[in-house]
């Protein structure tokens, strides 16, 4: 039994797992920023890393624990209907909570009241999110853009055109609109939805509440509320 | 604090850390067998997977324990006399002994006495590493040609030409050799030696000692010696 220590946080617009784009790097403009845990705030644990333009980051799935084993998930993008084995999906529901996600380093803070802190863009993590491990990517031994994606090769991944009434678009601060448009434009309905969809759904982002239906391959944003804060 | 359960081992053929190429996939002829533990040897587990070329491995760094954090470490590339970050570095000194490597995968078999094993190549981990989750390589997130890759950008790694004495490349077995000269044409040596370079050196493969030494960009083989089993 290994025991693992936080080493950071990160902070994102996503208080809540709904609406968190299926992977890391979808949505550029998503940022995020990483905060070390008191024992690991030493810029010098840093000397180098503003050479790498992009992270690895091993993070916990805080909110996936699961009680047992089970050897097949149901991946939202099959339809949420047919299992695939656990090790051939990047589901969070798998034997050690462990996630995995590349992001783009834009910027090294040195000197924040919370220590050194890093400014990341694409990170598909829930506002909080413990993390165990930084790695700097090494694009000579970890990008092969020739390999075969298994069952995500054959996946539409249709975008929606994105409906946003400019009096609720007013609500949302200016810097974090083109970040939201695209985490819509992303469909971030779950994958077993049926085609006639008469639902009204919410993505919780950036402090807002931000309430949507879809009709066909548009996506019209109904209302935006502010979240209150817990 | 997170405890982690060991889902596999993989087997390969170094028993000990030297000679191990520095990060995975440079010495593809590399073979392991990723076999799981008792609670994890369920084939349905890997269901799908086959149709992954690479995968990650996140795994234990067993043998880089450390007693307490240290936030620069010396990469042997950088001549092992600069201090870098630990988290701009993939030093197995940090502060969670975590690793991470990219495989390819080059065939599942299903049926075996120890329940379904990976057969993968590339790995760059010890005989018996103890390994944490295997997730599928995404291209469509994962690969990212174009990044900057910090001080791996500027080191020249510089391959070696191997002078391996019939009579003794005669003692591997011929499915090994193509690997072992590779391995040994990565130069195996530490990165701080000298210009002049008078040590023997040993590296140890699939049950041999390997011993050589190297003059300006010749490294020769002198003596290959069975190993006794521990």
Redesign the interface.
């Known amino acids: 039994?290994?025991?693992?220590?936080v080493?950071a946080h990160i902070h994102t617009d996503f208080p809540s797992k709904f609406g968190i784009p299926r992977?890391?790097?979808?949505v550029d403009a998503l940022k995020g920023e990483i905060v070390f845990t008191e024992?690991?705030r030493?810029a010098?644990?840093?000397?180098?890393?503003e050479?790498?333009?992009?992270l690895?980051l091993?993070w916990?799935f805080s909110k996936s624990v699961t009680e047992r084993?089970s050897?097949?998930v149901k991946p939202p993008r099959l339809g949420g209907n047919r299992?695939?084995?656990?090790?051939?999906?990047?589901s969070p529901f798998?034997?050690?909570?462990?996630g995995?996600s590349?992001v783009k380093l834009e910027k090294v803070e040195w000197h924040t009241p919370s220590g050194p802190v890093l400014r990341v863009a694409g990170a598909d993590l829930l506002d909080g999110t413990?993390i165990?491990?930084?790695?700097?990517?090494?694009?000579?031994?970890?990008?092969?853009?020739?390999?075969?994606?298994?069952?995500?090769?054959r996946i539409d991944y249709a975008r929606l055109s994105v409906d946003f009434p400019a009096a609720l678009l007013d609500r949302i601060p200016g810097e974090k609109r083109e970040a939201l448009i695209e985490v819509l434009a992303q469909d971030p309905r779950p994958g077993y939805r049926h085609e006639a969809d008469a639902r009204h759904y919410g993505v919780e982002f950036a402090g807002f509440d931000v309430r949507f239906v879809v009709d066909g391959e548009v996506l019209r944003v109904v209302e935006v509320e502010a979240l209150t804060k817990k």
């Open positions: 039994m290994q025991t693992l220590d080493i992977q890391s790097g979808l024992k690991y030493d010098s644990a840093l000397r180098g890393i050479g790498y333009s992009h690895w091993i916990q084993f050897p097949t299992r695939v084995g656990v090790f051939a999906t990047r798998r034997p050690n909570p462990l995995l590349c413990p165990y491990d930084i790695k700097p990517y090494l694009p000579y031994v970890d990008s092969h853009p020739d390999a075969a994606g298994g069952f995500t090769d």
